[in-house]
């Protein structure tokens, strides 16, 4: 059964840090393309960063670049989104994705690529 879990989300100070955990069960995340999305209230989900298979390539959005690094532990079948330099606007419900089971050598852009969702994990960023 494949299954995602998010973890890590919280309340955070403007500037502060938190580090996202994406853990993955039922397949193995190293072969396929991982994104991270997010939606805030009232607006469309977008993609905020993805790792292609075998990290051939990473995407981050233009809103978060320079803050926002996405990496992979294959030991321990888990992606991480560490977010640093947050700003109110990056508050939202944050869900990482896998193109699983289609092996994409790349990220693809919409979510229609992605099949299987986590539940989801709340960030706030205000003081």
């Known amino acids: 059964q494949v299954q995602l879990v998010e973890s890590g989300g919280g309340l955070v100070q403007p500037g502060g840090s938190l580090r996202l955990s994406c853990a993955a069960s039922g397949f193995a995340l190293d072969y396929y393309a991982i994104g991270w999305f997010r939606q805030a209230p009232g607006k469309e989900r977008e993609l905020v960063s993805c790792?292609?298979?075998?990290?051939?390539?990473?995407y981050y959005r233009d809103s978060v670049k320079g803050r926002f690094t996405i990496s992979r532990d294959n030991a321990k079948n888990t992606v991480y989104l560490q977010m640093n330099s947050l700003k109110p606007e990056d508050t939202a419900v944050y869900y990482c994705?896998?193109?699983?089971?289609?092996?994409?050598?790349?990220?693809?852009?919409?979510?229609?690529?992605?099949?299987?969702w986590g539940q989801g994990t709340q960030v706030t960023v205000s003081s």
């Open positions: 790792i292609s298979n075998s990290d051939a390539s990473t």
């Open positions: 994705a896998t193109v699983f089971p289609t092996p994409y050598e790349f990220c693809p852009g919409s979510d229609r690529a992605y099949r299987y």
